[in-house]
């Protein structure tokens, strides 16, 4: 860590402002500025993360020029994200946990960006999806009736969109859940680079194909595919929306962990190009039914420790 002098406070200004002006142009920024305020703190200590966060919060209330819930959501997405990686990284804790950190923090800070103001209205969390999925099939209905389509076909189009309607919350929480884990794994990657970049002491990272889950979140995963059984059947209200994030939640992970056993093979040459190429057209021609696959090689391998025991019984 090196000390806080004039160069870093203005180098950790700098950062907020660019964090600011990149969230201004490209607002899908903002999943990534975790990684900014990473590597102030990393690199500066607190102080310099502190001055990161603070120029960076400044700035976006000032632009909107009001303090909501989108503005409250935004904060949320970064800096306590920020926050927790620098501590994670300064005290060389595993990679992962600032991952599942940075990613449950953009998810809540999406939530609160698009769901809250609904709330605040006094109507349902997914109220404004609903809205915008009821005015796109209003669309696809006048749309079909201008070029003529009446009907079986006009009345496919009308159940399609009526159940787009339907599916909305689930297709809302999706969302927030594949983006918040590829801005978590993002943000990781991106700050260790940019600490290893400016000569940060970090911990080593595995490489990608010994990536491996925690313990710990084998038994969460189970606690939350029980809970999840629970609420389906006692039929709580958006307990399809409920479902869908813990799927997300826990299939994602054991997803990763099956392109990890893939690579794992190739890199052990147990398999070879034609089948990296192969597996790749695959995955992309059976999407999205390919992360079914993924996640159970991925679940298969965590249960009966395929890459770990290959590599015990070479190392003997």
Known sequence: MKPLNIKSVLVSLGLGLGAVALAYIFPIGLIIMPALLAFAGTVWGYGGLAIAAITAAGGIICIAGTVD???IGALVMFIPAGIAMTYIFINKLPYRTAAVISAFCVAVGMYIMTCVPALMEGEGPFAYYL???AAFGDAVEKTAAQMGIDGDKAEMLRKMAAYLEYK???MAVMVMMCMGMGA????VV???ALCRAKGAKLKPMAKFHLWQLSRGFTYGSLVMIIGAIIISALKITNSSAIVTAVECAVAGP???MGVCLMAFM???KLRGVAFTVLSVVAMVLLFPYSLY????IGAADRLFRMRRSYVERMHK
Request: charge should be positive.
């Open 69 to 71: 819930s989108s503005i």
């Open 131 to 133: 809205q915008y999925m």
């Open 168 to 170: 909305a919350p689930d």
């Open 184 to 187: 978590g794994l993002a943000n």
């Open 190 to 192: 991106a700050a260790r």
């Open 254 to 256: 054991y997803a990763l």
């Open 266 to 268: 190739v890199k052990m």
């Open 293 to 296: 696959g993924l996640c159970i």
